[in-house]
């Protein structure tokens, strides 16, 4: 089995090592937790001065790399670091700010843990899981979240519980994220703003027509953690059963042009030699619906999270890779979407063959 660690950037994402069966990965593709935390005795990142940035940051990677092995290294991604790589996982949702002065993101090479720190707050720690896994995802925040604690203490009081930089986190400190395919209630008009008191978010980075989105939720203060893990799978329960309802109805009103339009789906998607993303991602979206109703056979565990492969910051970068080319992204021209979309097929058809 190829080591993850010699897998490039590009090709690597948070299904790729995932052997095992999936919770719910019909309609969700992956669940989030992130914990919010401060540094004890430190100004937080708002009023904090350069030299205190640099202390945490400092704290931070000190800590880090006193865990990390050569079968486990870390995954760094700051100011200096290549513009390509920085887009590649903002697209992916792993971060939304620039990083920029102290500002600085940390990663386990199977992007299960990560550290942002001097963002909102010193630390925002997270973990992932694909699939609908909170417990999982909160294991893995928890376990760099007992690590750092015990080195650096974090901000806390006895009556508001842990200190952040927005009084409505404080307290657990918490947020919670589920991204979800929702391609029966998007074609209806019918996808909530929000499920009792989560809301429900397109995915900025992609198109419409991969319709996916993310159901977003926070701990208030008062909650324990199993508390508000129950009510956020509730909620995202809820939204699971409407998805998988809309599907059926959908089909039940056409059979045969529902699978008419399924079949031409895949058809697209596993042949041709140009594909633009959009194109990419709404043959994508028909063809996971199909999968996860049983009328399409099982797909490779990597074709979940594809539309996040396929973005044009991926495309530049297989194509450096491949190429050994210095070209950095510029203004589109026709000559280089044609170059990006046949890059794309390329892996595209890796990905559809298990071998991305």
Not at 64 to 92: C, W
Not at 288 to 307: V, Y
Not at 325 to 336: A, C, D, L, N, V
């Amino acid at each position: 089995m190829t080591e993850l660690t010699s897998i490039p950037l590009y090709q690597r994402d948070l299904w790729s090592n995932s052997s095992t069966p999936l919770t719910h990965s019909d309609v969700v593709l992956a669940s989030a937790v992130h914990l919010h935390r401060n540094f004890r005795n430190f100004p937080f990142p708002g009023v904090q001065n350069a030299e205190q940035a640099r202390q945490v940051l400092a704290s931070t990677e000190l800590t880090l790399r006193g865990i990390e092995t050569p079968s486990s290294p870390l995954l760094v991604l700051g100011p200096a670091s290549r513009g390509l790589d920085k887009q590649m996982l903002q697209d992916r949702g792993y971060f939304s700010v620039e990083l920029e002065g102290s500002r600085t993101w940390f990663a386990d090479w199977s992007f299960t843990r990560a550290v942002l720190v001097n963002g909102e707050d010193h630390l925002r720690i997270s973990g992932w899981s694909p699939g609908f896994d909170l417990v999982g995802a909160e294991k893995m925040a928890r376990s760099w979240e007992e690590i750092l604690e015990s080195r650096v203490g974090f901000a806390a009081s006895v009556d508001l519980g842990y200190l952040t930089s927005r009084l409505n986190l404080a307290g657990l400190g918490l947020e919670g994220q589920a991204l979800v395919h929702l391609p029966a209630l998007g074609r209806q008009g019918l996808v909530p703003v929000a499920v009792q008191s989560y809301k429900i978010l397109p995915v900025e980075n992609l198109p419409p027509s991969a319709w996916v989105y993310r159901i977003d939720g926070r701990g208030f203060l008062g909650h324990k953690d199993q508390e508000w893990i129950d009510s956020f799978s509730d909620g995202v329960f809820e939204v699971v059963f409407q998805e998988r309802k809309a599907r059926e109805e959908l089909r039940s009103l056409s059979p045969l042009v529902f699978d008419d339009r399924v079949w031409k789906a895949w058809g697209r998607l596993s042949s041709h030699r140009l594909i633009g993303f959009e194109e990419a991602c709404e043959a994508w979206s028909q063809v996971r619906m199909a999968w996860g109703m049983k009328i399409l056979p099982l797909l490779p565990p990597g074709i979940s999270g594809l539309p996040f492969r396929l973005t044009d910051s991926h495309m530049w970068a297989y194509l450096q890779a491949e190429r050994s080319s210095e070209t950095q992204k510029g203004s589109p021209k026709i000559e280089e979407m044609t170059i990006l979309d046949e890059a794309r097929s390329i892996l595209l058809n890796r990905s559809l063959a298990g071998g991305m």
